[in-house]
């Protein structure tokens, strides 16, 4: 199996996409969920004969890439010194850095309070308010996932067989194929209605593996208030 990366021009957009051969006989085109193209295609297909059926499905691909990319995650870097406003659950919450012998997060009144011995090392004060998130997604998240399966009439047909948490830049979450639910780290800043969006989506793909009519269709029956959430998501995290 080989890979070759390559671009082509369509219309005022430039499509970048990744050729991987392998011995098949038919040609296949895909938009990852970080918004990438990938071609699988036959070992000795030329790459006229690519291109050609890309341009021909250019305007599904940049489709799908617009669809993927209001997923991922846009919020802007912040500041780790006192008095800049982090998000927790959707709601803001200023930053207050104590002087302290012994190190530790918590919300009080209105404040994220870090204790530190190094109140003056915004990268330890980072350090510290990103342990604190990683917790706190550890927690929020299985609570989440547990209520979201009641909104299924089979909940345990959609429960998933792991949860990683993890930091990512692709998107909000994704679902593997051995039914492993990925969510981003971030996502424990977003309210709690769009967190519920975001895990609602990512278990309707056990049932639906793409996004077509059949996985719209059945996110509309469990959730179908799920374009306001996705909206609030976008806004709250822009």
């Known amino acids: 199996m080989t890979r070759e990366l390559h671009h082509l021009r369509y219309g005022a957009q430039e499509i970048q996409y990744e050729i991987v ?5 038919t040609l296949e085109i895909a ?3 970080d918004a990438s193209v990938l071609i699988a ?3 000795d297909a030329t790459l006229e004969v690519i291109e050609a059926k890309l341009r021909k499905r250019a305007a599904w691909v940049t489709r799908q ?3 993927f990319t209001q ?3 846009r919020t802007p870097e912040r500041r780790f010194i006192a008095g800049e406003t982090h998000l927790y659950l959707g709601r803001q919450y200023r930053l207050k850095v104590v002087p302290h012998i012994q190190e ?3 919300l009080i009144r209105g404040f994220i309070v870090v204790q530190t011995h190094r109140p003056t090392s915004s990268e330890v004060t980072r350090d510290l308010l990103e342990a604190w998130y990683r917790d706190r ?3 929020k998240f299985p609570e989440r996932i547990a209520l979201c399966l009641d909104l299924f009439p089979d909940p345990e047909a959609f429960r998933p067989k792991g949860l990683i948490v993890r930091q990512t830049r692709q998107r909000w979450g994704s679902m593997s194929p051995a039914r492993r639910l990925l969510l981003n780290r971030s996502l424990v800043q977003a309210p709690i209605d769009a967190i519920d969006y975001v895990i609602t989506h990512e278990l309707c793909h056990i049932a639906v593996p793409h996004h077509g009519a059949a996985f719209f269709e ?3 029956k469990v959730m179908p208030d799920w374009e306001r959430r996705k909206q609030r998501l976008e806004r709250v995290m822009a």
């Not at 051969?21 to 006989?25: A, D, H, S, T, Y």
């Open 31 to 33: 938009v990852e969920p």
């Open 21 to 25: 051969r392998r011995p098949r006989k």
């Open 137 to 139: 997604a550890h927690i």
């Open 104 to 106: 530790s997060v918590k």
């Open 41 to 43: 295609a036959p070992e």
């Open 65 to 67: 890439q617009r669809y």
């Open 71 to 73: 997923f991922l995650p």
């Open 218 to 220: 059945l996110l509309d």
